[in-house]
């Protein structure tokens, strides 16, 4: 059994900081809950010199310490020897890209990318792809996308992203983006935007990317692709295919600073939304996989939320290890996130 000390990464959002040692308690309890199958006791917060660490014990392969490394808040992970020594462990990361394909956007309301990979990292946790995460492409939809945080987070982890939003300037901002990124990295890559019909109707425009991590990796077809749909949520159904996503992550409109748009008016409540898209949600999801949703616990109750995850037929994760994300954001904000699982 070893004794482990994870350093938990600064972050430039001094409240977020704040809570994210206890966030990555919580995210490590899920962990052990799920593909560590009880191999890790549950953590702790502690101080040593003056600095803060989070504490745990476990019977922890190499794979169970890649997991480990790939906690979201992950700076440097510690063995504590019989000596009361810190032996540095290595930090066996998913990323494969620099990491300003997520901090170069900077707009108002950017979701924390700790937190966006916080949520993916739950919600992959709690689905039946959680095993292969190491090793495999997984299929990320987020169905509200924004300007594309949580798609450039499964695009840094290599795994294929798609998007979907009703904002045309967000959808042109991230189209700009994401081509201009891989041509300054000299990455080999194809883009092209065309407009989205179905059934004889317009329902907006898509952005299609493929790219490779290296020139070996294109010549092989190794690649990675990127779909970005502009259209309303409610009719992601219609763009892709069922039964194709392993997850589905997103950051729920908070209805206070903004909201979700609704016709040509804006929406304001948050689970009148959820409770209209989740149904088509569900049906992109493969058998096995998980929804996880960023929500206002002010606008949107966890419980609420909850329960229009069963009524979309999903299984909600409601177990003592998923109920220690709550945390402030700002006066109108107080986030939390629930998961719920398609049955197999």
Same mark, same amino acid.
Request: hydrophobic share 45%; proline share 3%; net charge neutral.
């Given at each position: 059994?070893?004794?482990?000390?994870?350093?938990?990464?600064?972050?430039?959002?001094?409240?977020?900081?704040?809570?994210?040692?206890?966030? @990555?308690?919580?995210?490590?309890?899920?962990?052990?809950?799920?593909?560590?199958?009880?191999?890790?006791?549950?953590?702790?917060?502690?101080?040593?010199?003056?600095?803060?660490? #989070?504490?745990?014990?476990?019977?922890?392969?190499?794979?169970?310490?890649?997991? #480990?490394?790939?906690?979201?808040?992950?700076?440097?992970?510690?063995? !504590? /020897?019989?000596?009361?020594?810190?032996?540095?462990?290595?930090?066996?990361?998913?990323?494969?890209?620099?990491?300003?394909?997520?901090?170069?956007?900077?707009?108002?309301?950017?979701?924390?990318?700790?937190? /966006?990979?916080?949520?993916?990292?739950?919600?992959?946790?709690?689905?039946?792809?959680? @095993?292969?995460?190491?090793?495999?492409?997984?299929?990320?939809?987020?169905?509200?996308?924004? &300007?594309?945080?949580?798609?450039? !987070?499964?695009?840094?982890?290599? $795994? =294929?992203?798609?998007?979907?939003?009703?904002?045309?300037?967000?959808?042109?901002?991230?189209?700009?983006?994401?081509?201009? $990124?891989?041509?300054?990295?000299?990455?080999?890559?194809?883009?092209? @935007?065309?407009?989205?019909?179905?059934?004889?109707?317009?329902?907006?425009?898509?952005?299609?990317?493929?790219?490779?991590?290296?020139?070996?990796? $294109?010549?092989?077809?190794?690649?990675?692709?990127?779909?970005?749909?502009? %259209?309303?949520?409610?009719?992601?159904?219609?763009?892709?295919?069922?039964?194709?996503?392993?997850?589905?992550? /997103?950051?729920?409109?908070?209805?206070?600073?903004?909201?979700?748009?609704?016709?040509?008016?804006?929406?304001?409540?948050?689970?009148?939304?959820?409770?209209?898209?989740?149904?088509? $949600?569900?049906?992109?999801?493969?058998?096995?996989?998980?929804?996880?949703?960023? #929500?206002?616990?002010?606008?949107?109750?966890?419980?609420?939320?909850?329960?229009?995850?069963?009524? %979309?037929?999903?299984?909600?994760?409601?177990?003592?290890?998923?109920?220690?994300?709550? =945390? &402030?954001?700002?006066?109108?904000?107080?986030?939390?996130? #629930?998961?719920?699982?398609?049955?197999?």
């Amino acid at each position: 059994m070893g004794a482990f000390l994870l350093l938990v990464s600064p972050s430039a959002n001094r409240v977020y900081a704040g809570a994210a040692p206890a966030l @990555t308690v919580a995210e490590l309890a899920v962990l052990g809950e799920t593909v560590l199958a009880g191999r890790i006791d549950e953590a702790s917060t502690t101080r040593i010199a003056g600095v803060d660490y #989070v504490a745990f014990e476990g019977d922890l392969s190499e794979d169970d310490l890649a997991h #480990v490394a790939n906690v979201s808040t992950a700076f440097a992970l510690f063995e !504590q /020897t019989a000596e009361q020594t810190l032996r540095p462990v290595a930090l066996r990361r998913l990323d494969r890209f620099d990491d300003d394909l997520l901090t170069i956007l900077k707009y108002q309301g950017k979701t924390n990318e700790l937190f /966006t990979r916080l949520l993916l990292h739950v919600t992959v946790l709690s689905s039946r792809s959680a @095993t292969r995460m190491l090793s495999d492409r997984l299929r990320v939809l987020d169905p509200m996308a924004g &300007r594309g945080t949580t798609l450039n !987070q499964a695009l840094m982890y290599g $795994w =294929h992203a798609a998007g979907v939003d009703v904002d045309a300037k967000d959808f042109d901002a991230y189209a700009a983006f994401l081509p201009r $990124w891989l041509k300054d990295k000299r990455l080999k890559h194809t883009a092209q @935007t065309a407009k989205l019909r179905r059934d004889g109707r317009s329902l907006g425009r898509r952005l299609d990317v493929t790219f490779a991590a290296g020139k070996q990796e $294109w010549s092989d077809g190794d690649t990675i692709t990127l779909s970005n749909v502009l %259209a309303d949520t409610r009719e992601a159904a219609e763009v892709f295919r069922a039964g194709s996503f392993d997850v589905v992550v /997103t950051d729920a409109p908070y209805g206070v600073q903004h909201g979700s748009q609704a016709g040509a008016g804006l929406q304001r409540r948050p689970l009148d939304l959820l409770a209209e898209a989740l149904p088509g $949600w569900v049906r992109l999801l493969r058998p096995g996989g998980a929804v996880g949703i960023a #929500v206002n616990v002010r606008t949107c109750p966890r419980a609420d939320a909850l329960a229009l995850l069963e009524q %979309a037929g999903l299984e909600p994760r409601d177990s003592p290890a998923y109920r220690g994300f709550e =945390h &402030r954001v700002d006066q109108a904000i107080v986030r939390d996130l #629930v998961v719920g699982s398609k049955r197999v």
